[in-house]
């Protein structure tokens, strides 16, 4: 397997990753955004460069956080919109050296992820409010309704370079990354007069980042063409797995906040609730995709004590699920109401946003299941084949090709429960009576 496929097949398996937004917003605490919402000039957004000093910081505590809740690979953003750099670049002071921080602080981070066994990513804004050769655009801090943007000294192409070089650094010095996450393109045609492949030179930046990091794995706002190595659906849920124009699934990661905002706020409060942030990861793997889970660490350097609460909270229902997770994808069979399927192999998981009462008829798995139990305590789950007879009037289903669970009356003490079935392999199931089960049968 080349580099790249071994990296994909990893990605994939892994499922979980930690977002990490992070910069000079941080002190600001009021969204990674606030620079273009209050309309900052450089000079007035300079008070969070000149303070930055995280002194709490300590990589490893986040390291543990995010394998603690069952995270396999972080995503940390080395520079956001605003422009300012995690590492010592070499190209611009308006980086953490500078700051009364005064060290660089993405080595660490990266040491300490990967000591603790997480892959490592990194989060490229390829939009930059503080670059003197940046274009204003409509979605620029220094954009003022009805008037023309001064752009006379600006050059975009002084720009892409500084940026070329920048990309250069992080993919150089930082040992093997696994995907380069950059944000963002929009239409330069559309009403924010944005920025587009040209603008950053999209092919031939990809061509200098697969030569330095020939596994890595790109995204997909670039603004190019070409099949994007995944794609990011951004805080919303997809309907379906993705798929291209031919119908082609596609590698994807949904990328989700705890709150409303990717930075640190310290005001927002539409924190989601453990059993939807669950909800989130097992939804994304049983449609074929990862999650990507964003924590915004403070100004001192923590992360917010109300995303640890719910890290916490995952990763204790992973310790006993996260087999429903790695390694799984969508099934082809059809769940039960409020339930969802991952599928490994012959394991199907069943997921329980809601326990019934006494039973669960799964369709199309007449025959089909060889055990049954709970994920939770690896008790047996009794597997019901037997036929009730026609008793429609009574709402009770028959026909053919179901089979039904005998559940427990107590809902397993846990967030979500999840019953493991372990499915015949086809050997063992041909000969079978029913057709319609075997075709059934997934591999
Ligand atoms: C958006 C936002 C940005 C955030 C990103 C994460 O593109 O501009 O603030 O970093 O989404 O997906």
């Not at 500078?98 to 939009?127: H, Q, W």
């Not at 192409?157 to 650094?169: D, I, L, P």
Request: negative net charge.
């Amino acid at each position: 397997m080349s580099p790249f496929e071994t990296n994909k097949e990893r990605f994939v398996g892994n499922r979980f990753g930690m977002f990490i937004h992070w910069g000079l917003y941080a002190m600001g605490a009021r969204h990674e955004w606030l620079k273009k919402a209050e309309k900052m000039t450089s000079e007035e957004y300079q008070k969070y460069f000149d303070h930055f000093d995280p002194d709490l910081y300590a990589p490893t505590a986040w390291a543990k956080a995010a394998k603690n809740a069952g995270m396999k690979y972080m995503v940390i953003t080395t520079k956001h919109h605003e422009g300012f750099c995690l590492w010592d670049s070499k190209v611009t002071d308006y980086n953490a050296t500078n700051t009364p921080y005064g060290k660089d602080l993405l080595r660490p981070m990266v040491d300490a992820f990967r000591a603790e066994g997480l892959r490592v990513c990194l989060y490229f804004s390829l939009i930059d409010w503080y670059h003197e050769h940046y274009t204003i655009d409509q979605m620029h801090p220094l954009a003022r309704a009805g008037e023309e943007p001064a752009n006379e000294n600006r050059d975009m192409a002084k720009y892409r370079s500084y940026m070329f070089e920048q990309v250069r650094e992080i993919m150089t010095n930082y040992g093997e990354i696994d995907m380069l996450w950059v944000d963002f393109s929009f239409d330069p045609a559309g009403p924010f007069a944005g920025k587009n492949k040209d603008d950053w030179g999209s092919e031939e930046l990809v061509e200098m980042i697969r030569e330095l990091q020939p596994g890595i794995m790109i995204n997909n706002r670039l603004g190019l063409d070409t099949a994007p190595d995944f794609v990011t659906p951004e805080q919303y849920q997809a309907e379906f797995w993705p798929v291209d124009e031919d119908g082609n699934r596609l590698v994807w990661e949904a990328c989700q906040t705890f709150s409303g905002s990717w930075g640190y706020h310290r005001d927002e409060d539409s924190w989601k609730d453990l059993r939807t942030l669950l909800w989130l990861l097992i939804d994304s793997v049983s449609k074929g995709g990862n999650l990507l889970l964003n924590v915004g660490p403070t100004g001192r350097g923590e992360l917010d004590y109300r995303a640890l609460d719910r890290l916490e909270g995952i990763g204790s229902w992973m310790k006993s699920h996260s087999r429903s997770i790695y390694g799984c994808t969508a099934s082809d069979y059809t769940p039960p109401p409020n339930c969802s399927y991952t599928q490994n192999g012959n394991r199907l998981y069943l997921h329980f946003y809601q326990w019934p009462i006494r039973m669960i008829k799964l369709d199309g798995l007449k025959g089909m299941i060889k055990y049954a139990q709970l994920l939770n305590d690896a008790s047996e789950i009794i597997i019901d084949e037997k036929d009730f007879g026609q008793i429609q009037t009574e709402g009770i289903a028959f026909g053919e090709n179901f089979v039904r669970l005998q559940l427990p009356p107590n809902r397993p003490p846990v967030e979500i429960p999840v019953i493991e079935l372990f499915l015949r392999d086809e050997k063992e199931i041909s000969g079978h009576s029913d057709d319609a089960v075997a075709t059934n049968f997934i591999d």
